[in-house]
């Protein structure tokens, strides 16, 4: 199906699951993985067959408020910073004025908190692709690089509170966040939405995106 059949067909809410990889929407949320979501991919490697292919700095493809929904998993990460906000207001710009964006990626405080107690390159966790120390997580997985897949590296990375900050200082307006500190996830998990909502809004959002 083209990028042009896509939107044309599309029900009343899209979904745009940026850096997907090879991933579709049953792996994002338990809220986005209805028939009530159409889902657009858009990742900079063609070898995974997006539907759009682009970068998170460049949506030129997705057109202004076209969508209503982000999923972002594991993608801002490989960012340098300033180059963070400018992938923000991308969001913000493919958005519908009710839209809302779902980002995750590595909880920098938890993962630290392992560098500390001097367990760098020890086994946080074992994951599909084998097992995960901190270093991989602060820079990228280690196998992956080695093999050449060089956009897997990580150039920035949040905590809580930074994460936060930094969406809200991009223009969205209101910002739910949480942390999960312990392995296998040791990630953060924010919901931004591009208006303002009420507090029960986005507790009622956060029921259906945020993992239990």
């Known amino acids: 199906?083209?990028?042009?059949?896509?939107?044309?067909?599309?029900?009343?809410?899209?979904l745009l699951h940026v850096g997907c990889g090879p991933k579709r929407k049953d792996k994002t949320t338990r809220g986005f993985n209805t028939p009530d979501w159409l889902e657009l991919r858009?990742?900079?490697?063609?070898?995974?067959?997006?539907d759009v292919i682009g970068t998170?700095?460049?949506?030129?493809?997705?057109g202004s408020?076209?969508?209503?929904?982000?999923?972002?998993?594991?993608?801002?990460?490989h960012l340098y910073p300033h180059e963070v906000p400018v992938?923000?207001?991308e969001f913000l710009?493919?958005?519908?004025?009710?839209?809302f964006a779902v980002i995750t990626c590595p909880d920098?405080?938890?993962v630290c908190a392992l560098v500390a107690q001097d367990k760098l390159v020890d086994t946080a966790y074992d994951s599909p692709a084998g097992p995960i120390a901190p270093l991989d997580i602060l820079y990228g997985h280690r196998p992956q690089l080695a093999r050449g897949n060089l956009y897997m590296a990580h150039r920035c990375g949040f905590t809580q509170r930074v994460l936060d900050g930094t969406l809200r200082a991009s223009g969205f307006q209101t910002v739910a966040s949480m942390a999960r500190g312990r392995a296998p996830f040791l990630d953060l998990w924010a919901l931004a939405s591009k208006s303002?909502?009420?507090?029960?809004?986005?507790?009622?959002?956060?029921?259906e995106h945020f993992p239990r």
Not at 65 to 71: C, L, P
């Open 108 to 110: 920098l405080q938890s």
């Open 87 to 89: 992938a923000l207001k």
């Open 56 to 62: 998170m700095t460049d949506m030129a493809a997705v």
């Open 1 to 14: 199906m083209t990028q042009q059949e896509l939107f044309s067909a599309r029900p009343a809410r899209t």
């Open 196 to 207: 303002l909502l009420t507090e029960e809004a986005m507790r009622a959002l956060a029921g």
């Open 42 to 50: 858009l990742d900079i490697d063609a070898s995974v067959a997006p």
């Open 93 to 99: 710009r493919v958005l519908a004025h009710d839209g």
């Open 65 to 77: 408020g076209s969508v209503d929904a982000i999923f972002s998993s594991h993608n801002i990460e």
